[in-house]
């Protein structure tokens, strides 16, 4: 090998180091034969895993979230996430966008001008869904996130499905500190 490669080999190594920080997306795979239609319906917001400072402070008091999954035009999915903080309940609509690869989307926040991926990494549509959320271009805000949705606030084997979620987040390079189970909501959210 002629010396002159070696800078670009450093360069090289360095791309690849600079990589394995926050797994790229490509490297990310969804649930093979992924079906949307029974992603559909309600989920809540289990289990949570980010390196966010945000997150970090405000982990403690997070409680969960309900979403209504409905299907959209054109392959797309509209989430309508409801949650209760500081004495109110709020409620938040999403269109994820397909991408062309099942399982995949694609939202857009305008507030932040900001581009979300989401890929459903593994789900038994009837009992646990787990994904992770790509942002780009947020100012101060966290990149990388994972999440576990379960169809009910209280699911049958939830310590069993807390540690599929924790070994999940920790293939993702997540530590214990980064994973957090959110308690159940005592307003804006029944589990009729
Ligand atoms: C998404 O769902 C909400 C609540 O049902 C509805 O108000 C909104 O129009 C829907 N948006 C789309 C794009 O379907
Ligand atoms: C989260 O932070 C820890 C500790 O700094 C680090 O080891 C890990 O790679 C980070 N994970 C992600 C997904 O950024």
Same mark, same amino acid.
């Given at each position: 090998m002629a010396a002159g490669n070696g800078p670009w080999m450093a360069l090289a190594l360095l791309t690849l180091l600079a990589?394995?920080?926050?797994?790229a997306l490509s490297e990310v795979s969804v649930q093979p034969n992924f079906k949307q239609d029974q992603f559909l319906g309600r989920w809540f917001t289990k289990?949570? *895993? &980010?390196n966010a400072t945000w997150f970090q402070e405000k982990k403690a008091k997070l409680s969960m979230?309900? &979403?209504?999954v409905t299907a959209a035009e054109?392959? *797309?999915l509209n989430l309508t996430v409801t949650y209760f903080r500081n004495t109110q309940c709020h409620v938040w609509n999403l269109l994820l966008e397909p991408t062309g690869t099942p399982g995949h989307y694609r939202y857009y926040k305008p507030k932040w001008g900001s581009?979300?991926?989401v890929l459903v990494v593994e789900?038994?549509?009837?009992?646990?869904a787990m994904f992770i959320t790509q942002s780009t271009n947020v100012p101060g805000?966290?990149?990388?996130? *994972?999440t576990l949705y379960t169809r009910s606030q209280n699911p049958v084997a939830e310590r069993e499905l807390n540690e599929k979620f924790r070994s999940f987040a920790h293939s993702q390079g997540f530590t214990d500190e980064a994973i957090v189970f959110l308690h159940k909501a005592d307003k804006c959210i029944d589990d009729q």
């Open positions: 990589g394995l920080q926050t797994p289990g949570l *895993a &980010s979230c309900k &979403s209504v054109d392959g *797309a581009n979300h991926d789900t038994d549509y009837d009992r646990y805000k966290e990149l990388f996130m *994972a």
